[in-house]
């Protein structure tokens, strides 16, 4: 049996018929026009906000110790915020996996690409810093040449086995439209190998980590268990490390995909400082439009004494 008729039984048992058919109502919206998209996206963002679930509780403790200067009506409306971002965020997978190159060209600007050349003509790999956020599909987009039109090399992704089959086959088939590869948690080996080839490696690192390396740093203040393995990888490979970080643009005007310098003196002899460098570069840019990030994961529940923190 090959791998599409494995897929298709598997899209065919009871089990997935209604993950399959979320697939093809969400094929069928991304045809209509990209503020349309958001329109519906924002819809059922507040579906989900106004369903009360462990998730929204995770996200309120998240933004209550993040933004505790914030009143409460204000925190409640950056929860909400967030919900909405995240309905959007589905339907941006969508369109990171059926619009064409085209269309999405019209939407993306790409900002600091002079950064990235430069770090290019080192001949050492570079490491696109990054981290998750709502629009994450739409960071990928990066390693499309035919919406970037700069001579690349090919990108490398992280991809993080689920549960379900067919949602892996979906995700990764997505992803695969911008990347070369993809490689999982337990494959740094191939990261580095690719770096030592010269590629783009396309890597987060900030969601929680219960690792034998990790190590705690302050994120929002707040202490929590982080995967210093960027470290490590930048330090195999001799790679430049570059901050890379999405935004989505209010009133529906699309994308800006930016690369910032590299960063200097990365990595050095001392892991915490390497790590709260990398913090303070993705705290700045949350900030900006903090109902983007990825509030939804129990970041800080590995550190010391956060153990029934999100209960």
Not at 69 to 83: D, G, M, P, R, Y
């Amino acid at each position: 049996m090959n791998s599409k008729q494995q897929s298709f039984i598997e899209c065919i048992h009871p089990i997935n018929w209604l993950i399959v058919l979320g697939l093809v109502c969400t094929r069928i919206i991304v045809l209509l026009p990209f503020r349309i998209i958001l329109t519906i996206g924002q819809a059922m963002g507040l579906l989900l906000y106004r369903i009360s679930s462990s998730r929204l509780q995770i996200v309120r403790k998240n933004i209550e110790l993040c933004f505790p200067t914030l009143s409460a009506t204000e925190q409640n409306h950056l929860v909400k915020q967030h919900f909405i971002s995240l309905g959007i965020g589905f339907f941006e997978v969508g369109m990171a996996r059926w619009k064409s190159n085209q269309s999405l060209k019209k939407i993306i600007e790409i900002k600091g690409i002079e950064h990235l050349n430069r770090a290019v003509e080192k001949n050492r790999g570079v490491i696109l810093m990054s981290a998750h956020f709502t629009m994450l599909e739409i960071s990928a987009l990066i390693g499309r040449n035919e919406i970037v039109q700069e001579d690349l090399p090919p990108m490398v992704g992280m991809f993080r086995l689920g549960k379900n089959s067919v949602i892996n086959h979906f995700f990764r088939n997505t992803r695969l439209r911008s990347t070369e590869s993809l490689v999982t948690k337990f494959e740094v080996k191939d990261l580095i190998r690719a770096l030592k080839d010269k590629k783009l490696v396309w890597y987060a690192s900030d969601q929680s980590f219960t690792g034998k390396n990790a190590i705690s740093v302050n994120f929002f203040n707040h202490p929590a268990m982080t995967n210093p393995s960027i470290i490590r990888i930048a330090k195999i490979s001799g790679s430049p490390v570059l901050p890379y970080f999405p935004s989505r643009l209010a009133n529906g005007k699309g994308y800006i995909l930016e690369v910032l310098p590299e960063i200097e003196s990365f990595p050095s002899e001392d892991a915490n400082n390497d790590m709260k460098k990398i913090h303070a570069l993705l705290e700045q840019h949350i900030l900006q439009n903090p109902e983007q990030y990825y509030w939804v994961h129990r970041r800080f529940k590995t550190a010391a004494g956060n153990k029934n923190l999100y209960q």
